[in-house]
């Protein structure tokens, strides 16, 4: 994503051969906010693509009236069709840093919103991944008093590995940011790790 001194937010696209040199797609950006009064007409920011089958399937942060997580889709990464007139989910508290997964018949999104002063990485689940279920309660409890993840959760990434979950996520203390992991056998159910913060 990137914006200029009068620009929104916008998300652009970057390609590489090697993974270290990278070219800006000529076609930038490739998803703009949405049209006045739109949910998402302020920004569209924080990008996750997730490859379904040979379709890209774009999941953003939308900033606007109401807010949400948007949908787009496309064949080749540079034109993007929105899915729906609205958001395909409202998070708790917030909706930012999304993750989304598909597993067998199903899809997997982990993301961020707040509850109370602290953000906190939440849960939830699609058959189509377009209609939503929450889960309510966030999936990790922060850390004691002095631990590195005592006052927030962010940015989670989920991997899956020889049929475990890794969730790799900030952790937010009055020292800064640091990586943490936390690891589960079913998706659901998370220990954190003992190594934290791992960076």
Known sequence: MGAGQTN?????????????????????????????????????????????????????TGSGKGGGFGLATSEDGESWQRQGKGPVMRGIGGSMDPCVRKDGDGYRMWYVGKRGPAFRIFRATSKDGIKWIRQTEPILPLGEAGEFDERHHAGPVELRIGGRHYLFHLGGSERGWKLGLAVSDDGVH??????NPIL
Not at 12 to 28: F, H, M, V
Not at 45 to 56: E, K
């Open 190 to 195: 998370w220990n954190k790790s003992a190594a």
């Open 8 to 60: 929104a937010f916008r998300i652009g696209l970057a390609t590489s051969g090697d993974g270290i040199e990278w070219q800006r797609s000529a076609a930038n950006p490739v998803l703009p906010p949405g049209p006045r009064g739109s949910w998402d007409d302020r920004a569209v920011t924080m990008p996750y693509v997730l490859n379904d089958s040979g379709r890209l399937s774009l999941y953003y």
